[in-house]
């Protein structure tokens, strides 16, 4: 995980250097809507929850920009009337195409590391996988005083489940709005 925050920084510092003065920082949240896929996953139902977390724009070009996030996302499933909640801190790197003024089409590599899991109160972090892998799609709009509105469907890309003689493989489905406000 160091190596991966080391890397992220460098890497919004790298482009900090080519547009400082464009550079947006700002905050957002929004509601998620989460599930599983893959094997067994007959009966198994979505929950709901919340994202929050801070977000940095890099104007590339014109019509191009960079969009690193940290965010908190509440995931899970219901299973017999049973949710699994899964808390996760994820680092979005989205690349962002202006359609028009304001709109933009975006998508990009997600990496989130599992905080907690629980059945109800029971703990159960030890029945899943600490690092998932994933990729956004989403669109998004921005208005001219900073605030901005997105639609974004994170498909995962790794098998959450680290129990032992399992052969189900499963991976978060989590879509998700949100509001956000660029402070400057």
Do not use: C, H
Not at 49 to 69: A, C, L, T, Y
Not at 91 to 101: A, E, N, S, W
Not at 103 to 131: C, H, I, M, R, W
């Amino acid at each position: 995980m160091k190596k991966f925050l080391v890397l992220a920084v460098v890497t919004v510092l790298g482009f900090a250097n080519v547009n400082a003065q464009e550079i947006k920082f700002g905050a957002k949240g929004g509601l998620n809507f989460a599930s599983v896929s893959g094997d067994n996953t007959k009966g198994i139902g979505a929950v709901t929850s919340f994202n929050f977390g801070v977000i940095s724009e890099i104007p590339i070009s014109d019509k191009f920009s960079f969009q690193p996030e940290l965010m908190y996302s509440g995931q899970g499933y219901d299973f017999n009337d049973k949710t699994i909640a899964l808390s996760y801190l994820n680092f979005p790197l989205m690349g962002k195409y202006y359609v028009t003024k304001g709109f933009s089409v975006e998508a990009g590599p997600q990496v989130g590391f599992l905080f907690s899991a629980k059945n109800d109160k029971t703990d159960v972090k030890d029945y899943f996988n600490t690092v998932d892998f994933g990729v956004n799609f989403g669109l998004g709009y921005k208005l001219g005083n900073g605030l901005n509105f997105g639609a974004r469907y994170n498909l995962g890309l790794t098998d959450i489940n680290n129990v032992a003689k399992s052969s189900s493989k499963n991976k978060n489905s989590v879509f998700q709005v949100s509001v956000g406000y660029f402070f400057f």
